[in-house]
């Protein structure tokens, strides 16, 4: 029985190693930094997770005693991630992306990175 | 009498359990604590918040983060096979642009949060306007799917939660 937990921990742990492995290894080798953003958005995020979740089962069931602010560090993580690589994009695309490169709107207004708002937002 | 007690009982409870999550321990005492910042927060920040978000739907919300949950698994696999195994030159990444049909800021939010989660994308940026929300994605050769899945997966199902 101890060993099968101990393999479960393990088995957490690499795929995590894996994942952040992998996530890392796409900011060396992807070219553009719009590609790279895809790299540490999602393949760190199971990296961090799988971390966290063999941090609770070793607590749980080595330690016996409940742990569970590792759901905390997760939720936070999967709140902040996103934000971030709006700010890495957003700030990219202000300093190096021009607007037609992108897709247009097929609308009055463009993106917000290049263009205003309306002055009289929209009724409701 | 309540209403003035509590006059944002989810964000109470959710103090109450992130409380719970930093001290990571189950006391009375905790409890107590706990119990008391749910109570005092909401109470002084109300100015902040005018318009707060209805949510009429909670079961949806858990079914939506099942489903988001699921999805974040399975994009951290497409992407690492995608960086280890893909040669540079065969990735093909687009922008893409999703009409939106969502008009609340938090419904927005949380999708371009999910967006950015999720298979192969990321949000950039929204319109002016906030009518349109801008997606890059690392490698697709379907554009046009991509937007189709984005509307149907989740935006059909935010629009239920929060409208």
């Known amino acids: ?124 | 009498m309540l209403k003035r007690l509590a006059p944002h009982p989810l964000l109470s409870l959710t103090l109450v359990l992130v409380w719970f999550g930093l001290v990571n321990k189950f006391t009375l005492g905790n409890l107590i604590l706990g119990g008391f910042l749910g109570l005092v927060i909401p109470m002084v920040t109300a100015a902040y918040w005018p318009n707060r978000p209805g949510v009429s739907r909670p079961f949806k919300v858990i079914e939506y983060a099942l489903i988001v949950l699921w999805d974040i698994c399975k994009a951290n696999v497409e992407v690492a096979l995608i960086i280890l195994f893909k040669p540079n030159a065969k990735i093909r990444s687009h922008w893409i642009n999703v009409p939106l049909e969502l008009t609340s800021a938090e419904a927005i939010t949380t999708l371009a949060g999910t967006i950015t989660l999720t298979p192969g994308t990321v949000s950039a940026t929204l319109a002016a306007d906030g009518g349109n929300i801008l997606v890059h994605c690392l490698h697709t050769d379907d554009p046009d799917g991509v937007r189709d899945d984005i509307k149907s997966r989740y935006e059909r199902r935010l629009k239920e939660i929060f409208e």
């Not at chain 1, 749980?60 to 991630?81: Q, Y």
């Open chain 1, 1 to 124: 029985m101890d060993q099968l937990i101990e393999i479960g921990i393990t088995f957490f742990l690499v795929v995590s190693g894996i994942f952040g492995l992998a996530g890392s290894f796409g900011l060396v080798k992807l070219r553009e930094t719009m590609q790279r953003l895809h790299g540490p958005t999602k393949a760190t995020t199971l990296g961090v997770g799988g971390v966290l979740i063999a941090s609770m089962l070793y607590f749980g069931l080595v330690k016996g005693t409940l742990s569970f602010h590792e759901l905390l560090i997760t939720l936070f993580l999967l709140l902040t991630a996103p934000i971030t690589a709006n700010f890495i994009a957003k700030t990219y695309m202000a300093r190096h992306v021009k607007v037609d490169d992108l897709p247009g709107t097929d609308r009055r207004c463009g993106w917000s990175v290049y263009d205003d708002p309306p002055q009289q937002p929209p009724a409701e």
